[in-house]
């Protein structure tokens, strides 16, 4: 039995108790997604939070007992009565003799009892269509009239279409469920899961017609859209008018017209660049192929996300700030990803590495030498081979190529940069016009060219790192010591332009 | 013609991974309200189908197919701001919970022992948090003290708990 990380091990905790945030939740699911170990870690306490449960149980609980969060009896969470045998066989019986079967068709007998206040009705529907009502199930037909908090789940290889009493139409697409949650002051929905179509009527005055999802609200404005509720975030898609689209909770509202779009997700809502990117990736022209995207702001854990393709970080002695960001301690917190697809020769072609970052100090504290002019922190690159971004102890960034001769290309920008400022950098690498550029907070500060006949050098499997040059590398150590953040790596060599509009915003 | 099953045979297979399923239930759904519902679901759902078992190949992986089901149905019918682990993530629990040495799950039979070392302040903590169902939070404010400070009091605890097990299963082992 090893133990995990302490942060892990909090959300384990978290987790079996049913106190998870849905931030947390979704680190916590990633993670889990990608660490076996994790998984197992996951088991072991349940099963230890359970027997403990069992064994607490059989003492004498307190007099006055408090109620849980939620309200509900302690008894609640009093353990299974089924290890003992009798016990289990007779619960089967009851629970089989018990179980619910009909309820359904008892209602589809009817389908249009009580229906006459309703003011929405099933314009079509495909067979299989379902609509579920006071935990019942019938099937949904067209004419059918639709209660307040019914639900429909358009078939799997089909859809279905809502009309309004104002003329609004809502069509679901296949495998999708959506919830009647009201009609006064107005139309509520509620996307549980899919994909919607809406074409809404204007709104007449103190009337809203909105949608709402997980992790988000959408409330209408008298347009067309769609609305895609997924697992992990929700989708707005505006083809004319405008909607509305507010985080769950309230605290963030976007407004898109007609052709954006807006992504909510459990940190909130965010504008989606042309690419379908949110954030400062969504800045990168869309036909940009981008590789990987580290924000580095997943506040707990050691894994780093990646969102573009899942070439997921390992990060050693993670530290992570009340923003919820990496801080590289300048000793030994750093990335590791293994170069698999297109990372193992990205820098075969042209390409170009992004990132945004903080210095604290110009001489890290773990630099094994500290007085050598040439201990760098190094920021974005492949492990023990100097190439990518770099900072020098003089504040001056560097974005260092090498060449199939072990020559160094370098291009280094203007004056000293300040510590506690961030900034944003690009590195180019372009092998047609053979030259490797650095560019600071959007504008080029120096192109360093080379001479012809030439190819890059050869990286092998090295690993990509960020924050380090190599763990253990003696005076080639080189931490990081401050904030990197947003780490991008691209297979072209982006342009001025480019660079210009993704920079275009200070960094945070 | 092959004879139904009898209760006997059901409960000869079912109890020894019974702890087995109602850990992977407790991973994979959080709530212990929800394993408590859950489970039951499942003893039926096992009931019905053990005359498609067949009984050469082991039983645990089999139930934790059923038990995934019925991990996947109750989460279609949470609330929508229910927090969920994601299904792929419950799938996946259910393979690890399937592997054959799941080491805590075979050494519950220390804690016992280990539950009297830890203090009466540390159980009466343990028994707040497991039975009762108060959450750390409430806790705090019951004890006049953080969240943080009662986290990290209950993660000591069962760490405590964790290496009293292993130290006393070694003493123990052949």
Not at chain 1, 57 to 73: D, I, K, L, M
Not at chain 1, 160 to 175: K, M, P, T
Not at chain 1, 276 to 294: E, K, M, Q
Not at chain 1, 351 to 373: H, K, M, N, W
Request: charged letters at 20%.
């Amino acid at each position: 039995m090893s133990d995990t990380h302490p942060s892990m091990e909090l959300l384990i905790q978290r987790h079996l108790a049913d106190e998870l945030d849905a931030r947390e939740y979704e680190i916590f699911d990633a993670a889990l997604r990608s660490d076996p170990d994790l998984r197992r870690r996951l088991l072991e306490e349940a099963a230890l939070s359970m027997h403990l449960g069992s064994l607490l149980a059989q003492e004498t609980v307190p007099q006055g007992a408090r109620r849980s969060r939620s309200g509900r009896s302690p008894s609640r969470f009093r353990p299974s009565v089924l290890i003992n045998a009798a016990a289990l066989a007779a619960a089967i019986l009851l629970a089989f003799l018990l179980w619910p079967r009909s309820s359904a068709t008892d209602l589809a007998a009817d389908p249009a009892a009580d229906l006459s206040e309703s003011r929405t009705i099933i314009r079509s529907a495909s067979a299989g269509t379902q609509i579920h009502r006071l935990g019942a199930s019938l099937p949904a037909s067209p004419g059918l009239a639709l209660e307040v908090d019914d639900a429909v789940v358009a078939a799997t290889d089909g859809g279905a279409a809502l009309e309004f009493a104002d003329g609004s139409l809502v069509r679901l697409q296949a495998a999708s469920s959506l919830a009647v949650l009201g009609d006064d002051g107005g139309t509520r929905l509620d996307l549980r899961l899919g994909v919607v179509d809406c074409d809404i009527a204007a709104q007449a005055p103190g009337t809203t017609f909105s949608i709402r999802t997980r992790f988000a609200l959408a409330t209408v404005l008298g347009t067309q859209f769609q609305l895609s509720a997924l697992d992990d975030s929700t989708t707005l898609e505006v083809g004319s008018g405008r909607v509305a689209l507010s985080s769950a909770d309230g605290s963030q509202r976007l407004v898109a017209g007609a052709g954006e779009r807006l992504l909510a997700d459990a940190a909130g809502v965010h504008r989606l660049g042309a690419n379908g990117l949110a954030g400062i990736a969504g800045r990168l022209p869309p036909d940009a192929p981008l590789v990987a995207w580290w924000p580095l702001d997943d506040r707990v854990g050691n894994v780093a996300r990646d969102l573009v393709s899942d070439h997921l970080g390992r990060i050693r002695n993670p530290v992570w700030d009340a923003d919820g960001l990496l801080a590289f301690d300048g000793r030994d917190t750093s990335i590791v990803i293994e170069p698999t697809g297109q990372l193992a020769t990205l820098e075969q072609r042209a390409y170009s590495i992004l990132c945004s970052f903080q210095a604290e100090s110009y001489r890290a504290p773990g630099l094994v030498t500290p007085t050598d002019s040439l201990n760098y922190q190094f920021l974005v690159g492949r492990q023990g081979f100097a190439m990518g971004l770099m900072f020098t102890h003089e504040g001056v960034f560097l974005a260092k190529h090498f060449l199939s001769n072990d020559v160094p290309i370098t291009a280094s920008s203007n004056g000293q940069a300040l510590l506690g400022r961030w900034y944003q950098l690009a590195m180019v690498v372009d092998p047609e016009l053979r030259t490797c550029s650095i560019y600071v907070d959007g504008a080029l500060h120096a192109t360093q060219p080379w001479p012809p006949g030439l190819s890059t050098r050869d990286y092998g499997t090295s690993p990509w790192c960020i924050g380090l040059q190599h763990a253990g590398g003696g005076g080639m150590h080189w931490p990081a010591h401050g904030r990197i953040r947003d780490v991008m790596l691209v297979a072209t060599a982006l342009g001025a332009d480019d660079i210009a509009a993704v920079h275009a915003t200070p960094a945070q | 013609m092959a004879m139904p099953p009898t209760n006997a045979e059901f409960l000869g297979v079912f109890l020894p991974i019974q702890p087995s399923l109602r850990a992977y239930l407790h991973a994979a759904v959080g709530s212990r309200a929800a394993v408590e519902e859950l489970q039951q679901d499942v003893a039926v759902a096992l009931w019905e189908k053990f005359s498609t078992y067949d009984q050469e190949r082991p039983f645990l992986p089999w139930a934790l197919g059923m038990a995934r089901i019925q991990v996947l149905r109750w989460r279609q019918t949470q609330f929508r701001d229910r927090r969920l682990l994601s299904a792929e993530t419950a799938e996946l629990l259910a393979e690890s919970a399937a592997e054959p040495a799941n080491e805590l799950t075979h050494r519950l039979d220390f804690i016992a022992g280990c539950l009297g070392q830890v203090g009466e302040r540390i159980t009466g903590l343990l028994r707040r948090h497991h039975v009762l169902g108060e959450s750390a939070r409430t806790i705090a404010e019951a004890d006049d003290t953080t969240t943080t400070a009662v986290e990290n009091a209950l993660m000591r605890a069962r760490k405590a708990l964790r290496h009293c097990v292993e130290r006393r299963s070694q003493t123990v082992a052949p």
